[in-house]
C-alpha cells in the first residue's frame, strides 16, 4: 500500500487573485506569489488557484450538492465567534453553525465561483 501524504487542492478561477484575497481576508490563508501564478497556504495546505478565461473549455461551476468532490473542510476553534466575523464581512452561510453530534459543530459557507467550504469544531474530550 502506498504512503500518501496532501499536497495541494487545486482551484480555477476567473479571477485568481479576488479568489486568493478571499481566502486571506476571509480564513485567513496566506498568499504566495510564484511567476505566473498565486497560490495560497490555508489551514496548512497548498491551494494552487489557477486562471480561466472565455472559451479555454472549462465548464461552469456546478450548483452544490453534487456527484463528486463536494466540499473541503477546514477545523477552527471557536465555530461562533469565527461565522460571527465572517458573516458580518459578508460571507454567505449554506447551513448555519449546528451541532450535529456530542462535541462536533460544523456550518457550511460559500466561497468564490460557489465553492462549497465546511468550518468545523471538534471538542477533544469527545475524541
Not at 16 to 26: S, Y
Not at 58 to 72: E, I
Amino acid at each position: 500500500m502506498p504512503t500518501v501524504t496532501w499536497d495541494h487542492v487545486h482551484l480555477r478561477s476567473p479571477d485568481p487573485e479576488a479568489t486568493a484575497a478571499w481566502l486571506e481576508d476571509i480564513l485567513g490563508g496566506e498568499i504566495v506569489r510564484a511567476p505566473g501564478r498565486i497560490d495560497v497556504k490555508l489551514g496548512g495546505a497548498n491551494v494552487f488557484i489557477a486562471p480561466v478565461s472565455a472559451g479555454d473549455g472549462v465548464n461552469a461551476p456546478p450548483a452544490t450538492p453534487y456527484q463528486g468532490l463536494d466540499h473541503f473542510g477546514l477545523t477552527v476553534k471557536d465555530i461562533d465567534a469565527v461565522a460571527a466575523e465572517i458573516k458580518a464581512k459578508g460571507v454567505e452561510f449554506t447551513k448555519e453553525p449546528t451541532t450535529i453530534r456530542p462535541g462536533v459543530r460544523i456550518c457550511f459557507i460559500r466561497g468564490p465561483q460557489g465553492i462549497s467550504i465546511e468550518l468545523l469544531e471538534r471538542d477533544k474530550k469527545y475524541a
